[in-house]
């Protein structure tokens, strides 16, 4: 089977160019947020890519949605690789490939009722008659738990969880193949957060949809990933079953992000830690040739992702 949505050795740096550097005369900086990022999402399965603040989740996913252009690597969506594609050539692909935001006040126009939002792609697109439009918007309201009566409100008489709701019938307005869902819940409260996990689980099963999922919360994903990438700098640095990555986590900082589940049991909730940068590069594990499954090229100075199993990689130290 072919994934639906296949990013290659992906790289973005951005310039920081400008202020002190150039000011004391330095060369422009460069940040590199994502660093050779190759990912997977295999049809009707839900990839969660997990990482903290900074690790350059968004930025993978902002590039595998054409919404900010790569450095270097490709993205291959069913097949068509859409790296370098332009606009007009673009557009008609957009309809297999949608985006839900953390923040969806700032992504719902607030001019706009909750009917002509989620009605918007279908204008954009010059997809059905006006009456089609109202019928399948009323569909998707009941879809994504929304009684059609809130169609001629605005997203300021909403909660937050609502909000959320709206930008998911609208992303999957256009009935795409792989949603890119950044941090959907992080912005909503516990119960909110279950009852849109759940949704979107629903909704992934009815629809058939493959989820790129990215969140900082390793037990947010745990219901929802079928296989769990695990980001740290810019690159991956685990990457298993969901299961695995809770049962038998081989890097570091996969095990200090499983470290930082709040515990409902307040004796191991004590012992919640974080390690430090040097503690995670101190104990970044070592394999040796023979336990690897997948030839690594061994030149190659520092840590690579390795194969463990057929479906478990881990970033090793690779000793001959
Ligand atoms: N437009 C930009 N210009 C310069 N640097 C950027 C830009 N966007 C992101 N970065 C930097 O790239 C790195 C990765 O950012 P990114 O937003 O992808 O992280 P993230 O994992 O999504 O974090 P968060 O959990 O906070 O959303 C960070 O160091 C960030 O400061
Ligand atoms: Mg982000």
Same mark, same amino acid.
């Given at each position: 089977?072919?994934?639906?949505?296949?990013?290659? %050795?992906?790289?973005?740096?951005?310039?920081?160019?400008?202020?002190?550097?150039?000011?004391?005369?330095?060369?422009?900086?460069?940040?590199?947020?994502?660093?050779?990022?190759?990912? %997977?999402?295999?049809?009707?399965?839900?990839?969660?890519?997990?990482?903290?603040?900074?690790?350059?989740?968004?930025?993978?996913?902002?590039?595998?949605?054409?919404?900010?252009?790569?450095?270097?690597?490709?993205?291959?969506?069913?097949?068509?690789?859409?790296?370098?594609?332009?606009?007009?050539?673009?557009?008609?692909?957009?309809?297999?490939?949608?985006?839900?935001?953390?923040?969806?006040?700032?992504?719902?126009?607030?001019?706009?009722?909750?009917?002509?939002?989620?009605?918007?792609?279908?204008?954009?697109?010059?997809?059905?008659?006006?009456?089609?439009?109202?019928?399948?918007?009323?569909?998707?309201?009941?879809?994504?738990?929304?009684?059609?009566?809130?169609?001629?409100?605005?997203?300021?008489?909403?909660?937050?969880?609502?909000?959320?709701?709206?930008?998911?019938?609208?992303?999957?307005?256009?009935?795409?193949?792989?949603?890119?869902?950044?941090?959907?819940?992080?912005?909503?409260?516990?119960?909110?957060?279950?009852?849109?996990?759940?949704?979107?689980?629903?909704?992934?099963?009815?629809?058939?949809?493959?989820?790129?999922?990215?969140?900082?919360?390793?037990?947010?994903?745990?219901?929802?990933?079928?296989?769990?990438?695990?980001?740290? %700098?810019?690159?991956?640095?685990?990457?298993?079953?969901?299961?695995?990555?809770?049962?038998?986590?081989?890097?570091?900082?996969?095990?200090?992000?499983?470290?930082?589940?709040?515990?409902?049991?307040?004796?191991?909730?004590?012992?919640?830690?974080?390690?430090?940068?040097?503690?995670?590069?101190?104990?970044?594990?070592?394999?040796?040739?023979?336990?690897?499954?997948?030839?690594? %090229?061994?030149?190659?100075?520092?840590?690579?992702?390795?194969?463990?199993?057929?479906?478990?990689?881990?970033?090793?130290?690779?000793?001959?």
């Amino acid at each position: 089977m072919s994934p639906v949505l296949e990013l290659r %050795n992906l790289r973005k740096s951005f310039g920081m160019g400008s202020g002190f550097a150039n000011f004391f005369g330095g060369a422009p900086q460069q940040v590199v947020a994502v660093d050779g990022v190759s990912l %997977n999402v295999m049809p009707r399965k839900v990839l969660g890519l997990v990482g903290e603040s900074g690790s350059g989740k968004s930025t993978c996913g902002l590039m595998a949605m054409r919404l900010l252009d790569v450095t270097s690597g490709e993205i291959i969506v069913n097949g068509t690789d859409i790296t370098r594609l332009e606009p007009a050539v673009l557009k008609p692909l957009r309809k297999q490939m949608q985006i839900v935001f953390q923040d969806s006040y700032s992504s719902l126009d607030p001019m706009m009722t909750l009917s002509q939002i989620v009605a918007e792609p279908f204008v954009i697109h010059g997809m059905y008659t006006i009456q089609e439009r109202n019928e399948i918007v009323g569909d998707l309201f009941e879809k994504v738990g929304l009684d059609r009566s809130y169609r001629s409100r605005y997203p300021h008489e909403l909660s937050g969880g609502q909000r959320q709701r709206i930008s998911i019938a609208r992303a999957l307005a256009l009935k795409p193949d792989i949603l890119v869902a950044d941090e959907p819940t992080s912005a909503l409260d516990v119960s909110v957060k279950a009852q849109v996990i759940n949704l979107m689980h629903d909704l992934q099963e009815e629809m058939g949809l493959s989820i790129l999922f990215i969140s900082h919360e390793l037990n947010v994903i745990r219901s929802l990933a079928d296989e769990i990438a695990v980001m740290h %700098n810019g690159r991956i640095v685990e990457q298993a079953p969901t299961e695995t990555i809770f049962k038998d986590a081989q890097h570091p900082y996969t095990k200090s992000l499983l470290n930082a589940i709040p515990s409902l049991d307040a004796r191991k909730r004590v012992r919640r830690s974080f390690m430090t940068a040097e503690e995670i590069t101190a104990n970044i594990p070592k394999v040796s040739q023979a336990d690897i499954t997948t030839t690594a %090229n061994v030149s190659t100075t520092g840590p690579q992702l390795v194969n463990v199993s057929e479906d478990h990689k881990v970033e090793a130290i690779v000793e001959g």
